[in-house]
């Protein structure tokens, strides 16, 4: 059956430094997310792809995360530098499109602690 | 903007036992979509049910049922039969017709006990 993968699944940093998070989508899959999931909330989505598009960024903090699909498959979220609010656990998801009602098939996540 | 809210941080039910889990939300949309996600410990986060707001049929997938009350805007999730496997966190999410960006809830934890 085929997954969301994602790498790595924990990352411990300290503030100011760089971390990238990698996800490769269910193959076929033109829809790409990447949510962000604080501790006791629901996800928020930082930034939606469609192919190697960006459809939704609104609520991705741009001075510090940055989000490239380029070849329209895998994704890269990277922060630059990590502040101690940015704990959390980041989730990528893949969907066949974008119209409302599409599944969305989640990965295992990536739990970031920053010092 | 588009709100979703569960109302019970945390619920417990008994092997074999029915539970319902409450979502409320709110859209000034005329088409979207319901869901309601599975996070269980350590796990990927699975769909247990999806809801079309044209659809008057609740929805239903083996044990897991729906009470969707459109005008109430309410979309509650019942499991049936519960099993310690549906220990989890659940999560009530909701799309507009047009796009798929997921808006959740906070989420209510499930314990099933024996």
């Known amino acids: 059956e085929a997954e969301v993968a994602q790498s790595p699944r924990y990352k411990i940093t300290e503030k100011s430094q760089a971390v990238a998070f990698w996800c490769d989508p269910i193959?076929?899959?033109?829809?790409l997310y990447w949510y962000r999931q604080i501790l006791g909330q629901g996800p928020e989505l930082l930034v939606q792809?469609?192919?190697?598009?960006?459809?939704?960024d609104s609520q991705l903090p741009k001075d510090r995360f940055s989000a490239e699909r380029l070849k329209g498959v895998d994704s890269t979220l990277k922060i630059q530098p990590a502040e101690l609010g940015d704990s959390a656990m980041y989730l990528c998801?893949?969907?066949?499109?974008?119209?409302?009602?599409?599944?969305?098939?989640f990965g295992p996540g990536t739990r970031l602690t920053v010092l | 903007a588009q709100t979703v809210t569960q109302s019970q941080p945390e619920m417990s039910v008994q092997e074999a036992e029915t539970v319902t889990l409450s979502c409320t939300y709110d859209?000034?949309?005329?088409?979207?979509?319901l869901f309601w996600y599975k996070q269980p410990p350590s796990r990927q986060m699975i769909l247990v049910i999806r809801?079309?707001?044209?659809?008057?049929q609740n929805a239903t997938e083996n044990r897991f049922s729906v009470n969707f009350q459109k005008a109430a805007k309410s979309f509650s999730l019942k499991i049936s039969d519960s099993q310690l496997g549906d220990a989890a966190m659940y999560f009530c999410?909701?799309?507009?017709?047009?796009?798929?960006?997921?808006?959740f809830g906070t989420g209510t934890r499930l314990q099933v006990t024996l």
């Open positions: 998801a893949s969907s066949r499109g974008v119209a409302g009602g599409n599944e969305q098939f």
């Open positions: 193959s076929g899959h033109a829809t």
């Open positions: 792809f469609q192919d190697e598009s960006v459809v939704d």
């Open positions: 859209t000034s949309e005329s088409d979207y979509y």
């Open positions: 809801q079309e707001a044209y659809k008057q």
């Open positions: 999410a909701y799309t507009p017709g047009t796009a798929s960006k997921l808006t």
